[in-house]
């Protein structure tokens, strides 16, 4: 007799009512892998040495035992992705912007960034908006649509865009009675040059359309009348 | 006064309320006080209060209850759609949807061209009144 296994073997074949398997003959032949035991093997299915596991350090035994038995949390590794972009907005949407200093300024879409937040310029020169970050909820997107392909958006990140950390300084205590110095943040060089290298592209391609510019200048309101859940943006 | 545009069949009626709402359909049968049929080229035939319709002033030639091809030759010689259109009611009602339909650039052009338009005209005024003027 074979030798007994300690748990009987439970079908492979499970049954969809009683007296038909799910699977076919040839079905089961593969999945006993009867293809592969063969005599020469040894009557065994085949299988490749395995490989030599790596020498684990040696483990001290812990120096200290907590006294009550503390639950881990569940491991999460949840990432979160960037803010579902809407379908109306795509690179070169004008779109007008609802809050914030610049409320009502009709403003260019460059890219959505990482963080989820929309990359915008105004272009500076039109309409004073500089690049930006704004918030989807914040934008109502309009239909006019600039033709922005040539433009490098590659070094525009939520970095670019991050506040800049001071170094503290200790006070003595006569220091601290003086008033405080503060000079006025500066905007360094390069953002500015940065600015204008895509306002020149942008203003370009915005000129090609008559009175488009004025459009960008121009703030949006609602005036008498304007029924905003019929206007078409 | 008396009523001039009568519910008969052949008559072509707008649609005021409901899923049509804004087609031209035309009268093709009465069911009863209330109700007629009516049919349009594009739509399944079916009934339709006449709460629904505003009866408009075209009328075609159709036996009671046409085929859709016949339907679809008598409003063609009938030349419902270009009599609609140039219509004052059929013309209003374009440039309606002309209206809902624009853009909020096409706004902004709209704003710039209606300013020109206005000082053109606000030229000539002051030219004729200073004529005037003048003349007196």
Known sequence: MAAK????????????????GKYSRSKMYHKRGLWAIKAKNGGVFPCHEPNPKPATAVEKPPKFYPADDVKKPLLN???????????????GTVLILLAGRFMGKRV????????????????????????????????IATS?????????????NDKYFAKEVENKKKKTEGEFFEAEKEDKKKLPEDKKEDQKAI????????????????????????????KPHELVF | MPFKRY???????????????GKLVVIVDVVDQNRALVDAPDMVRGQMNFKRLTLTD???????????KTLIEAMEKADVKNKWESSSWGRKLIVQKRRA????????????????????????????KKENASSI
Do not use: C, H, W
């Not at chain 1, 590794?77 to 795509?90: G, N, Q």
């Not at chain 1, 392909?149 to 525009?156: E, Q, T």
């Open chain 1, 77 to 91: 590794k949840r990432k979160p992705k960037p803010t579902k972009l809407r379908a109306s907005i795509t690179p």
């Open chain 2, 7 to 21: 519910v008969e069949i052949g008559r072509v009626a707008l649609v005021n309320y409901g899923k049509d709402y």
């Open chain 1, 144 to 156: 006019t649509k600039i033709d922005i392909s040539g433009v490098n958006l590659d070094k525009f």
């Open chain 1, 108 to 139: 260019v879409f460059l890219k959505q960034l990482t963080s989820g937040l929309l990359l915008v310029t105004g272009p500076f020169k039109i309409n004073g908006v500089p690049l930006r970050r704004v918030n989807q909820s914040y934008v």
């Open chain 2, 101 to 128: 339909s624009l853009n909020d650039f096409d706004r902004f052009k709209l704003m710039l061209a209606k300013i020109k338009r206005s000082g053109v005209i606000k030229q000539e005024l002051t030219k004729l």
């Open chain 1, 5 to 20: 296994r300690k748990t009987p073997i439970k079908t492979r074949n499970p049954d969809l009512i009683r007296g038909v």
């Open chain 2, 58 to 68: 075209i009328t075609i030639d159709i036996p009671r209850v046409p085929k859709k």
């Open chain 1, 199 to 226: 306002d020149a592209f942008l203003i370009k391609s915005i000129e090609g359309v008559p009175e488009l510019k004025a459009y960008l200048a121009a703030r949006f309101s609602l005036k008498s009348g304007m």
